[in-house]
């Protein structure tokens, strides 16, 4: 009996003990803050972490603790373009584009690739040319994106309508001939104005008359390779008046004459035509007929002095007077290109490889891995057209007397 008792007591005595001690752990000196829903998450105030945890000597992260709190700001402050990158001496020179208000999102696309892979290093000027009109919004995303000088021209009548000496009817029946047989542009009135200006008149504009240096841009280009120098003073430093980046085979259907009226301007101005000129670039025959081939005028950096020099303004006006922008389809590409080719001594004109470039539906992506890899480049060399069937790239080469870079194998 007296040993039962005793079991019972150690049982009480055992039962108090445990409820001492679950009350102690449960009401310790650790504070608790309540989570909504009543749950306990330790001693740390919502918003803010343990200070015991951050390093010494700095402060500890803060997270935002509700509504009434600001968001961060990021550090992305309209503070304006950043100043130009690159050392050393401005060219007079500026880029130029045919554009009009329609093309805003277009060409905005062009000036970023230019301006990232080229421009914001050396912030050259800009000159819009439109045959209307730029209207406000047009020159406030422009200016905006540009990190030169921006300048808009509106282009005089005289230079987008019919000549005087122009037949409407016959060129009116041409249009209607070139449509049924689905010549691309060739019903356009507009286009073929805009051909003509690019080919005898842009350059002419008030607004180009204080540069020596052009780089024409037009809507919707890529550019895939950075440009880590200046360009203007590298073709003047290497005595160079006209280059490209792409060159094809024109569409026959569109200049049927134009040779023609080659071969009139070549007999009347003998003393226009360069001694080591690349005559060979355009002709199998020494001149006798036209291979079609030209470089593709879209993308072009040249000497503006040229343009307005005897030759190409006698040449200019010799082809005008013939019609055959408006009796035909001429386009600006084979203009240029034939007067480059004619006037110019072969050193004279370049092909910028490491310029990578597109313009529907063409690609030029520079031929070498290294080359790509150097300029960071981010075309596809299989797009490359250089070495293609239509492109007369090679034909330059032969020419001149130049080696095929590294790999163009490859790319045909």
């Given at each position: 009996m007296a040993s039962g008792s005793t079991r019972y007591i150690r049982y009480i005595l055992f039962a108090c003990f445990s409820l001492a001690a679950l009350y102690f752990l449960t009401s310790s000196s650790i504070p608790t803050s309540q989570l909504p829903g009543g749950g306990n998450w330790g001693s740390t105030p919502i918003g803010k972490l343990p200070t015991s945890d951050s390093p010494p000597g700095i402060p500890p992260p803060t997270v935002s603790s509700g509504t009434d709190s600001q968001p961060s700001k990021t550090p992305n402050n309209a503070g304006g373009l950043?100043?130009?990158?690159?050392?050393?001496?401005?060219?007079?020179?500026?880029?130029?584009?045919?554009?009009?208000?329609?093309?805003?999102?277009?060409?905005?696309?062009?000036?970023?690739?230019?301006?990232?892979?080229?421009?914001?290093?050396?912030?050259?000027?800009?000159?819009?040319?439109?045959?209307?009109?730029?209207?406000?919004?047009?020159?406030?995303?422009?200016?905006?994106?540009?990190?030169?000088?921006?300048?808009?021209?509106?282009?005089?009548?005289?230079?987008?309508?019919?000549?005087?000496?122009?037949?409407?009817?016959?060129?009116?029946?041409?249009?209607?001939?070139?449509?049924?047989?689905?010549?691309?542009?060739?019903?356009?009135?507009?286009?073929?104005h805009m051909c003509r200006y690019e080919s005898g008149f842009f350059f002419r504009h008030p607004l180009m008359n204080q540069y020596e240096w052009y780089w024409r841009v037009e809507p919707s280009i890529e550019l895939y390779c950075d440009i880590n120098y200046d360009t203007f003073k590298f073709m003047k430093d290497n005595g160079k008046k006209y280059s490209f980046v792409l060159s094809l085979y024109e569409y026959v259907e569109t200049i049927p004459t134009l040779w023609d009226s080659v071969k009139n301007f070549t007999k009347k101005y003998p003393e226009h035509i360069a001694q080591g000129n690349s005559m060979g670039f355009l002709s199998d025959d020494d001149g006798k007929t036209y291979n079609?081939?030209?470089?593709?005028?879209?993308?072009?950096?040249?000497?503006?002095?040229?343009?307005?020099?005897?030759?190409?303004?006698?040449?200019?006006?010799?082809?005008?007077?013939?019609?055959?922008?408006?009796y035909e389809r001429w386009g600006d590409a084979p203009v240029h290109s034939i007067a480059a080719a004619l006037t110019l001594k072969k050193e004279e004109i370049h092909f910028f490889n490491d310029i990578a470039y597109y313009h529907v539906p063409f690609t030029h992506c520079p031929t070498g891995e290294q080359t790509r890899l150097d300029l960071k480049c981010h075309c596809n060399p299989k797009d490359n057209f250089d070495w293609k069937g239509y492109s007369c790239t090679t034909r330059y080469f032969d020419i001149n007397g130049i080696t095929k870079p590294e790999g163009y194998e490859k790319e045909q």
């Amino acid at each position: 009996m007296a040993s039962g008792s005793t079991r019972y007591i150690r049982y009480i005595l055992f039962a108090c003990f445990s409820l001492a001690a679950l009350y102690f752990l449960t009401s310790s000196s650790i504070p608790t803050s309540q989570l909504p829903g009543g749950g306990n998450w330790g001693s740390t105030p919502i918003g803010k972490l343990p200070t015991s945890d951050s390093p010494p000597g700095i402060p500890p992260p803060t997270v935002s603790s509700g509504t009434d709190s600001q968001p961060s700001k990021t550090p992305n402050n309209a503070g304006g373009l950043p100043p130009p990158t690159a050392s050393g001496e401005r060219m007079n020179a500026t880029f130029v584009t045919l554009a009009r208000n329609s093309d805003i999102w277009e060409i905005a696309k062009s000036i970023r690739q230019v301006e990232d892979r080229f421009n914001r290093k050396y912030n050259y000027d800009w000159v819009f040319l439109n045959d209307k009109p730029f209207d406000d919004d047009f020159k406030k995303l422009t200016r905006a994106l540009v990190s030169g000088t921006t300048y808009y021209g509106e282009i005089p009548k005289e230079h987008w309508s019919f000549p005087d000496f122009i037949d409407q009817e016959k060129a009116k029946a041409v249009r209607e001939d070139m449509a049924e047989r689905k010549i691309i542009y060739g019903d356009s009135i507009s286009y073929r104005h805009m051909c003509r200006y690019e080919s005898g008149f842009f350059f002419r504009h008030p607004l180009m008359n204080q540069y020596e240096w052009y780089w024409r841009v037009e809507p919707s280009i890529e550019l895939y390779c950075d440009i880590n120098y200046d360009t203007f003073k590298f073709m003047k430093d290497n005595g160079k008046k006209y280059s490209f980046v792409l060159s094809l085979y024109e569409y026959v259907e569109t200049i049927p004459t134009l040779w023609d009226s080659v071969k009139n301007f070549t007999k009347k101005y003998p003393e226009h035509i360069a001694q080591g000129n690349s005559m060979g670039f355009l002709s199998d025959d020494d001149g006798k007929t036209y291979n079609h081939c030209h470089f593709w005028s879209n993308f072009e950096i040249g000497n503006l002095n040229w343009l307005r020099s005897k030759a190409y303004l006698d040449y200019f006006e010799s082809l005008d007077h013939d019609g055959g922008f408006f009796y035909e389809r001429w386009g600006d590409a084979p203009v240029h290109s034939i007067a480059a080719a004619l006037t110019l001594k072969k050193e004279e004109i370049h092909f910028f490889n490491d310029i990578a470039y597109y313009h529907v539906p063409f690609t030029h992506c520079p031929t070498g891995e290294q080359t790509r890899l150097d300029l960071k480049c981010h075309c596809n060399p299989k797009d490359n057209f250089d070495w293609k069937g239509y492109s007369c790239t090679t034909r330059y080469f032969d020419i001149n007397g130049i080696t095929k870079p590294e790999g163009y194998e490859k790319e045909q």
